[in-house]
Structures are given as C-alpha cells and as structure tokens.
Nanobody, 124 residues
Framework: QVQPVESGGGLVQAGESMKLSCVIS????????MAWFRQGEGAKNELVAA????????YYADSVKGRFTISRGNVKNTVYLQMNSLKPEDTATYYC?????????????????WGQGTRVIVDA
C-alpha cells in the first residue's frame, strides 16, 4: 500500500491553465501505472487521464482530449496533469491514483492506491 500525494489545485479563471502534481511518498522498487480521476459536486468519480509506468501508453477522457496532458516526472513514480483551456465544468476534486497492474487492464476497474485529492475551481 502506498500513498499518492497531490498538489497544485486552486482557483483559476476559465481559459487559464493549471498543473497538478502527484508523487508516491514512500520509497518503493515497484513501478506504478498512475492516473488522475475527478469528482464534481453531485457527479460520479471519472477517469480523466492515465499513464503506463513507462509512459508508453496514455489514455484520456473525451472531455479533456486536446486540453489536458498527463506525463511522468524524472523522479520515479511522479505524475503531472497539465490542464489548459480550463472550463467551469472542469471544476472538481482531482484525485491521483496508482496501481502496479498494467494500465490498460485497470482503466475501468478500481485502482488500489488513492491520494486525498486536490480541489480545482474554474471560475467563469
């Protein structure tokens, strides 16, 4: 069990950009697929973007394609979410998730390790 830790949320204006960061705080030899989920008020948790442990595969929700980019950092088991052209409907709590299983096998499954979440508010 590991604990992803998110940072970078806050309030922005529509059309602006924001970058979220996530790191697995524990030292581990394991490689993790990592993902960003979000949950808006009254909405279900949805997968925003996911990336394989070696960055060879990425996945995006249709609603963010062309605007958001998921990437891995140079430090092992770090991941970023660059969000451009933000819209009010992007307002949500964003959660980082990590899992040792192959990313393409768990896109529709429950990920095993979750962060506490970071709030993103996009003001119209």
């Amino acid at each position: 069990q590991v604990q992803p830790v998110e940072s970078g949320g806050g309030l922005v204006q529509a059309g602006e950009s924001m970058k979220l960061s996530c790191v697995i705080s524990q030292r581990t030899v394991s490689n993790f697929a990592m993902a960003w989920f979000r949950q808006g008020e009254g909405a279900k948790n949805e997968l925003v973007a996911a990336i394989a442990w070696n960055s060879e595969k990425t996945y995006y929700a249709d609603s963010v394609k062309g605007r958001f980019t998921i990437s891995r950092g140079n430090v092992k088991n770090t991941v970023y979410l660059q969000m451009n052209s933000l819209k009010p409907e992007d307002t949500a709590t964003y959660y980082c998730a990590a899992d040792t299983r192959p990313v393409d096998q768990i896109l529709q499954k429950e990920w095993r390790n979750w962060g506490q979440g970071t709030r993103v508010i996009v003001d119209a």
